[in-house]
């Protein structure tokens, strides 16, 4: 199975994917880190040890970074995830108590004892993954890889015309992480976009796991009246689960690969700059590191894979 430390801020998304995660035979769960973004940090803290006490995995859960880099502190996203992150379902906060390392920290101690065999995946801001970068520059070496949900490569961005949420929450971490040396695979809106999941999906997941797959759809509820507000059907989009399911099955998706940069202007804050295969890189993108960007995905066996691993 992948070890992996996963970085969120659960987010009802994020419920959905470290669910998914916890239930996949093909992964490791090493910890849970946690970020300001969808909510406060003390409450991205909070929920991620009640999801994982819901899912009976007694793993270490860290708080992390709490405001972005550089700029005022966010305005989170209580209007897409409710009050409570979790869609304002009244769900008992487990008191269990967090591993009292930071984020950063434990993302350094726990890469550094398995040297070469931890893939991070963060599904939220990449404050925590900047901070561990400066904790220990040698951190890239010592990594499997990265894979992030967040940005928009080829497409429009969901906060701003140009920007997706949790690379605009910390536009200047983010371009850390994306200029470091480390093997980085980007899943942004270019695919988790086109893949809307309706209620008769969360039906099936609550059909298949009652406990896990049950709070999905209860939470579901309330992301979906925000993402129905701007369209005709009752969908939503489970953008965090996208890079795990990359890595149980590379099949899934297209991948493409281009220098990248994350803007920190004010005015293109967090826009994600990828310059695609086969363009020549400009004098003034030799800064920029080659990633990988998800930019095509198999919706049907996608929705296929989340549906038989919530069954296991
Ligand atoms: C991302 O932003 C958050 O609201 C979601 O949890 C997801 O990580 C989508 O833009
Ligand atoms: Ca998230």
């Excluded at 669910?19 to 969808?38: C, H, K, M, W, Y």
């Excluded at 961005?157 to 040396?181: C, K, L, M």
């Excluded at 590191?289 to 929705?303: N, P, Y």
Aim: net charge negative.
């Amino acid at each position: 199975a992948h070890k992996i430390i996963l970085d969120t801020d659960p987010g009802i998304d994020d419920a959905m994917a470290i669910f998914f995660a916890f239930q996949s035979p093909d992964i490791e769960v090493l910890g849970l880190t946690t970020v300001f973004g969808n909510v406060p940090v003390e409450m991205s803290a909070r929920n991620a040890v009640t999801l994982c006490d819901l899912a009976g995995q007694d793993i270490p859960v860290t708080k992390g970074v709490g405001m972005p880099w550089v700029g005022p502190e966010s305005t989170y996203a209580h209007f897409v995830h409710g009050a409570d992150g979790f869609g304002e379902i009244d769900f008992p906060a487990s008191d269990k108590p967090l591993d009292p390392r930071s984020s950063a920290q434990f993302i350094v101690d726990t890469v550094r004892a398995n040297p070469g065999e931890v893939t991070i995946v963060a599904i939220g801001p990449l404050g925590n993954l900047a901070l561990a970068l400066r904790l220990d520059p040698e951190l890239p070496k010592l990594v499997k890889g990265v894979k992030i949900m967040g940005g928009a490569a080829f497409v429009r961005g969901n906060v701003t015309p140009v920007a997706e949420a949790n690379i605009w929450n910390d536009a200047y971490a983010a371009d850390i992480v994306f200029s470091a040396d480390w093997d980085l695979t980007m899943f942004g809106l270019d695919v988790t976009n086109n893949v809307p999941f309706d209620p008769s999906f969360m039906d099936t997941l609550a059909d298949k796991n009652e406990k896990l797959g049950g709070f999905v759809q209860k939470s579901a509820q309330f992301y979906t009246d925000f993402y129905s507000q701007n369209r005709e059907d009752r969908v939503c989009f489970f953008h965090d689960a996208f890079p795990l399911a990359y890595m149980i099955d590379e099949s899934l998706f297209e991948i493409t690969e281009g220098y990248a940069r994350v803007s920190t202007d004010p005015l293109n804050r967090g826009q994600t700059s990828v310059a695609p295969e086969g363009t020549t890189a400009s004098p003034l993108w030799l800064d920029a590191k080659k990633i990988k960007v998800a930019t095509g995905v198999d919706h049907a066996r996608l929705t296929q894979l989340f549906i038989d691993t919530y069954a296991l």
